[in-house]
């Protein structure tokens, strides 16, 4: 079966140091991959979404990137963080043939915190 | 563009009582929409999509295209239907293939 995981479940970092959160994929080839932020009275905003390797594309300008270097591996950066970085960083799965009509599959979340 | 809305940040009924959670939507064309929901301490899931006209854990969701709304209803709410919900819709294709637009969310309390 599929499974997806995501690290560090909880990261506290200081302003203007470097991020890197990591997502990964089991059970399944060539999937559809997203990383979104659910920051508190906002819902859910999608970041970034990938079809396939080194294939990314960005919806919200911000100081955030994403990088697929493997199939099932998507990763979330950033090269100076921000305190409006701060949130609940949630990734997720999709099979491809549908594109955002396939059902997605979330991960258990990251919780950023900058200070 | 695209664009869908929940009005109702938090909504508390009681246990027994009817529910409906809001959503509406903004979209060129035929909408396929969804309702996933997050309840505590659990990964955010689908709960149920307009195609399949289902009912699952009874809720039902009717797409009205007249008032471009897919509400979430329910007839007796339990306490285990505390959640955050949220209401979801596809991109068309072109650059918006792959892309789920996600309303604000509706936090949901069912009191005993």
């Known amino acids: 079966s599929q499974t997806i995981h995501q690290w560090p479940a909880t990261l506290v970092q200081p302003v203007g140091s470097p991020l890197s959160l990591e997502c990964t994929v089991e059970?399944?080839?060539?999937?559809?991959l997203y990383w979104y932020r659910q920051a508190a009275g906002r819902g859910l905003q999608l970041l970034f979404y990938?079809?396939?390797?080194?294939?990314i594309s960005s919806e919200v300008p911000q100081n955030l990137s994403a990088s697929r270097p493997q199939d099932r591996q998507f990763i979330l950066s950033s090269k100076k963080l921000l305190l409006s970085d701060s949130g609940f960083y949630l990734c997720a799965w999709s099979g491809a043939s549908g594109g955002a009509r396939e059902t997605q599959y979330f991960g258990p979340g990251t919780r950023l915190l900058v200070l | 563009a695209q664009r869908v809305t929940q009005p109702e940040k938090l909504l508390s009924v009681f246990k027994g009582a009817p529910v409906e959670l809001k959503c509406n939507y903004s979209y060129s064309g035929s909408p396929e929409l969804f309702w996933y929901v997050q309840y505590s301490r659990q990964r955010l899931q689908l709960l149920l999509r307009?195609?399949s006209r289902e009912s699952i854990k009874g809720f039902t969701a009717d797409l009205n295209k007249g008032e471009t709304s897919f509400h979430l209803k329910k007839p007796f709410a339990q306490e285990e239907d505390s959640a955050m919900y949220y209401c979801?819709?596809?991109?068309?294709?072109?650059?918006?293939?792959?892309?789920?637009?996600f309303g604000q969310g509706t936090i949901l309390t069912v009191h005993p």
């Open positions: 307009h195609i």
């Open positions: 990938s079809v396939g390797i080194g294939q």
């Open positions: 979801a819709l596809p991109g068309a294709g072109g650059t918006s293939y792959g892309k789920l637009t």
């Open positions: 059970g399944t080839s060539n999937p559809n």
